[in-house]
Structures are given as C-alpha cells and as structure tokens.
C-alpha cells in the first residue's frame, strides 16, 4: 500500500485542456462549495478600479469558451463557403465569394488572437471590445447567433459596472445594499436638511480679527474765528 493511498494529497495529472484553461483563468479551483456561513465581500471604494479592469475566474473561463469557439467558427465557416461558393455567376457577370470570406475569416482570427492575448493579461476592457468586434463580424456569417458574443462582452461590462457602483457582483449583495441606500424623496429630504445644517448661523465660523494696521486719525485742528 503506498504512503498516498490513504490520504487526498496525491493530485491527479492535469489534461492538456486543464493547462490551457489553467494558463488563462488562474489556479484551478479545488472543487469544493464555498462555505455558505462567509459573507460575500464588498469592495471598499478605493480598490473597486482595479476590480473593475481585471477579471476573476468564472468571467476568464468564460471569455476563454467564448474566444475559442470564435476560433473555431473563424476557421470552420470561411472554409464552407470557400468550398460551396467559390464563383456566384449571376447572368453576365461573376462574383468571387472566396476573397471576401478569407479577408473576413482573417480579420476574425486576428480580433481572436488579440481577446486570447488581453484574456492572458486580465484585460476586461479589451477582452469585451474583442468579443463586441467578432460578434459583429460573425452577423456577417450567422446573422443573429453572432450576438452570443456580443452578450458576452455585454455581460463582462455590466459585472464592471455592478463592481463600481455596488462593490459586488452577488445579486443578494446588490438587492441588501439597494435596499440599505435612500430613495427618491429620503435622499431630498437627507439633501435639504444637510443643506440647511451648513446654512444656519449657529454653523457658521465667527469672524476672525483682522490682521492689518489701521494708523488712527490725526486729531482735527480747530479753525480760528475771524475778528473783525
């Protein structure tokens, strides 16, 4: 009986795939549910700008999925329709199919390469932009199913958006702290009293002496009477 046989500490080899996605999204998680007693944490103000400009490891795994399937369809659906339509003779005249899908196809795994490349970096900026542009290019080719990707870097930039205004992307943290803030008319009624606490006269500073030298006045001289 080998000394690892009775415990959990020997690993698994990691798969070639586990390697890609491991390279791209960070340590493999253990698998384990987190704990349900830990309280999802709220970003302090000050850290919620490089939050929001990186991404954690379910939006890389996700964007990894998305990227390599638009790499794929990049290669995959130029080359059917080089093959099915490489000449479209419409009476007199020809129109060349191929040109345009490979230009397209190429202009497809470039955007691709540049989303692997910033999904490497943790770029949530580019990353989204990269997937906005192949969705766009793909409307070409699919029609409506390129907006998959667009969704996705859609989805990438509302979790940004959540992280800088609620400092969360857990929708029961979002729900507590929006029913925490005031609405409508108790954020007036907070305005004016705040307002009208910094206007009263009891709140204002009260006058500091002047500095400067005032000389006093010269006495005035009296005017002699005219006698006759």
Known sequence: MSPTAG???SKPPKTLTGR?????TGPA???APPNAGDAPEIIPPGERKAAMSTLDQMEAKWALIALILATVAGIAIPIYFIAENKVTKAG???IAVAPDAKLLGAVILVICAVGLLALWKRKRTLVA???FLVGFAFTIFIGLA???FILVGGWLMLRAWRI???GSTNTKVIARETAARPRGRQRKE???STSKTASSPSAKKPPTASKRYTPKAAPRKKIPKATE
């Open 7 to 9: 415990n959990g500490s």
């Open 20 to 24: 890609i996605m491991g390279a791209f």
């Open 29 to 31: 998680s253990s698998g």
């Open 92 to 94: 007199k005249n020809s």
């Open 129 to 131: 932009f990269a997937l």
């Open 146 to 148: 390129g907006f998959a």
């Open 164 to 166: 800088n205004k609620y």
């Open 190 to 192: 907070a305005t004016r």
